[in-house]
Nanobody
Framework: QVQLVESGGKLVQAGGSLRLSCAAS????????MGWFRQAPGKEREFVAA????????SYADSVKGRFTISRDNAKSTQYLQMNSLKPEDMAVYYC?????????????????WGQGTQVTVSS
């Protein structure tokens, strides 16, 4: 059974930082690209960041570029999203995703496995 479990979401003040984690289990994800998406109430799920299977390449949404950093530790089958300088508009449920392909995609329908989501709340 494939499982992705996110953690790290919580309430933080604007300007603060959080680090989200996503632990994968059930199979080896070391050869797959991974990504983060988010969904705010009343809005569609949107791309946040993605990383190739070996971490050599990353991609970010323009809205988070320079503030968020995606990384992965294949030995732990875990990916991370370091979020700095958080803004109220970053508030959403953040989802971890895995794509059965080595390379990045910014499209949610190209990801095959999803976590249950973790809530990030940013107070102004």
């Amino acid at each position: 059974q494939v499982q992705l479990v996110e953690s790290g979401g919580k309430l933080v003040q604007a300007g603060g930082s959080l680090r989200l984690s996503c632990a994968a289990s059930g199979r080896t994800f070391n050869h797959y690209a991974m990504g983060w998406f988010r969904q705010a109430p009343g809005k569609e799920r949107e791309f946040v960041a993605a990383i190739t299977w070996n971490g050599d390449d990353t991609s970010y949404a323009d809205s988070v570029k320079g503030r968020f950093t995606i990384s992965r530790d294949n030995a732990k089958s875990t990916q991370y999203l370091q979020m700095n300088s958080l803004k109220p508009e970053d508030m959403a449920v953040y989802y971890c995703a895995v794509r059965r392909n080595r390379y990045i995609s910014r499209f949610h329908y190209e990801y095959d496995y999803w976590g249950q989501g973790t809530q990030v709340t940013v107070s102004s």
